[in-house]
């Protein structure tokens, strides 16, 4: 049976808040690096204050690249919610920031309140009409520990 690849810290605490266009990466126990980037930063999210909105890609490389491709139609997991834990712990590092016009997002992003089972945008607001092709991602803030146990789930 392999082993279990995992994300381990990258020893490089950030006190910084995370602006939106921030490209980070994370390491793998397996040697390889994976990315994310920041695609809504400090914003207001039903009662959740100052969250990030990122992006997880399914893309990994041997090396650090730090002008690797990234594609919204190319998300590990869904946008996430998120807090700064992940910086604040050494598992996420930024190693560029994107200008607007650069940065590859969607227009809308949509999130399932479990307990209600109703979808909101990132403004809070109701949906019932969503765009094709738009992931879903869940209603609650993620935490690092939640956030690096999701990608361990799906790269194992």
Same mark, same amino acid.
């Given at each position: 049976?392999?082993?279990?690849?995992?994300?381990? !810290?990258?020893?490089?605490?950030?006190?910084? +808040?995370? *602006?939106?266009?921030?490209?980070?990466?994370?390491? =793998?126990?397996?040697?390889?690096?994976?990315?994310?980037?920041?695609?809504?930063?400090?914003?207001d999210v039903g009662p959740f204050k100052n969250a990030i909105l990122i992006y997880i890609y399914n893309n990994f490389t041997p090396l650090l690249d730090e002008n690797t491709s990234l594609?919204?139609?190319?998300?590990?997991?869904? !946008?996430?919610?998120?807090?700064?834990?992940? +910086?604040? *712990?050494?598992?996420?590092?930024?190693?560029?920031? =994107?200008?607007?016009?650069?940065?590859?997002?969607?227009?809308?992003?949509?999130?399932?309140?479990?307990?209600?089972?109703?979808?909101?945008?990132?403004?809070?607001?109701?949906?019932?009409?969503?765009?094709?092709?738009?992931?879903?991602?869940?209603?609650?803030?993620?935490?690092?520990?939640?956030?690096?146990?999701?990608?361990?789930?799906?790269?194992?």
């Amino acid at each position: 049976m392999a082993e279990k690849i995992t994300v381990i !810290p990258v020893n490089k605490k950030h006190k910084e +808040w995370p *602006k939106e266009g921030d490209v980070f990466y994370f390491s =793998l126990s397996d040697g390889r690096f994976g990315y994310g980037m920041v695609s809504l930063g400090k914003i207001d999210v039903g009662p959740f204050k100052n969250a990030i909105l990122i992006y997880i890609y399914n893309n990994f490389t041997p090396l650090l690249d730090e002008n690797t491709s990234l594609n919204k139609h190319n998300l590990l997991l869904p !946008p996430i919610i998120t807090d700064t834990s992940c +910086w604040k *712990k050494g598992y996420f590092a930024k190693i560029r920031n =994107l200008e607007k016009n650069e940065m590859d997002t969607y227009p809308h992003h949509y999130f399932k309140n479990p307990i209600r089972n109703k979808i909101y945008d990132h403004n809070g607001d109701s949906i019932t009409t969503l765009i094709d092709k738009i992931p879903v991602g869940r209603e609650s803030i993620q935490f690092h520990s939640n956030i690096i146990s999701s990608i361990e789930s799906i790269i194992n």
